[in-house]
């Protein structure tokens, strides 16, 4: 019975959950440009954050001459706006959905409150854990990372992409920097639970077993260097600095959108911006399935996608009896 949802969920999507149509046989075009589509148009998160890296760069990037060489103003000034950024973004959301309820259950997939108090909890409470970890580590080490890079640009040290050279490239980048994201988020996701890593560095992020907007970057200062790194492939593959903005805003950011615990935001009794996904909500409850994002089929092909059918489910508690018994 491969079409018989989950049980104990408040709210789940039409199951079972289907990956992108670019690596099913035979080729549908037709799904392919719908899947693009819908990915981008109209109101997206990825279209959103387009905006929000336009304007970062156009109103509050310093420019070359000056991340030429480094002091502290204009790295403060960065780590300020990034800080703002999480802030409205997540804070956002959280005061929208948690504070003042305003969709109240709806499109709601855990039931259950999120946790004021939790010996787990390195601050005694999740929001505040989450906002802590979210702050002072993921928001100083993404900014550590726009900073060399607008640097290393400026100084030659990485190649720069400009508009005149490639327009076709330049646009094409903003496509393809979601794909890389999720190849390299599930290759480092699978990493991090080994069991060594997951005990001593991605168990934190694990404390969110039901997540809300905080709770996307809350993770140990190691895995935001590792999950952050990914613009790192700037340093291969030329870029300009709009897409090093995109690229970071894209997977902060994002971070909290697909962390929000609702499917979207529900204006006029219809989903208008779709924001967290069954498919994580899932690894945070059942933890040994889907690694990755719908993206790319790393988990179909490695046994590890959990579809959000009851037949599926009980594949994915033999695997994590397995891990656990350490037969896996």
Not at 146 to 155: D, R, T
Not at 226 to 255: K, M, N
């Amino acid at each position: 019975m491969p079409d018989v949802p989950l049980k104990g969920w408040n709210h789940a999507p039409n199951v079972p959950l289907q990956v992108s149509p670019f690596f099913s046989w035979p080729p549908r075009p037709l799904a392919m440009a719908a899947w693009l589509w819908t990915s981008w148009f109209f109101i997206t998160e990825r279209l959103i954050i387009v905006a929000i890296a336009c304007i970062s760069f156009y109103f509050f990037q310093p420019p070359p001459e000056e991340t030429r060489t480094l002091a502290f103003g204009w790295v403060a000034g960065i780590y300020i706006r990034n800080v703002v950024l999480m802030t409205l973004v997540a804070g956002a959301l959280h005061l929208y959905f948690y504070t003042f309820t305003k969709q109240g259950q709806k499109l709601k997939y855990d039931p259950r409150p999120l946790m004021k108090n939790g010996r787990q909890f390195t601050l005694g409470g999740q929001v505040r854990d989450n906002m802590f970890w979210t702050i002072a580590s993921g928001v100083t080490v993404w900014t550590a990372y726009e900073v060399l890079m607008f640097w290393a640009m400026a100084n030659g040290y990485a190649p720069m992409l400009t508009w005149a050279g490639n327009p076709l490239w330049f646009i094409a980048l903003f496509l393809l920097i979601p794909i890389w994201e999720s190849f390299y988020f599930y290759w480092i996701h699978r990493f991090l639970h080994i069991p060594f890593f997951y005990k001593h560095v991605h168990a934190l992020h694990h404390r969110n077993i039901n997540v809300g907007p905080w709770s996307g970057m809350a993770m140990h200062p190691v895995e935001h260097l590792i999950f952050l790194g990914s613009v790192l492939v700037h340093f291969v593959v030329a870029a300009h600095p709009i897409h090093i903005l995109f690229h970071l805003q894209y997977y902060a950011l994002t971070a909290a959108t697909t962390h929000t615990g609702f499917e979207g935001m529900v204006i006029k009794d219809k989903n208008r911006l779709k924001l967290g996904t069954f498919h994580h909500q899932m690894h945070h409850r059942y933890f040994e399935c889907n690694y990755g994002s719908l993206e790319l089929p790393w988990d179909k092909w490695f046994g590890s996608f959990h579809d959000g059918t009851v037949e599926s489910d009980g594949k994915i508690r033999e695997r994590r009896r397995k891990f656990t018994n350490g037969t896996r």
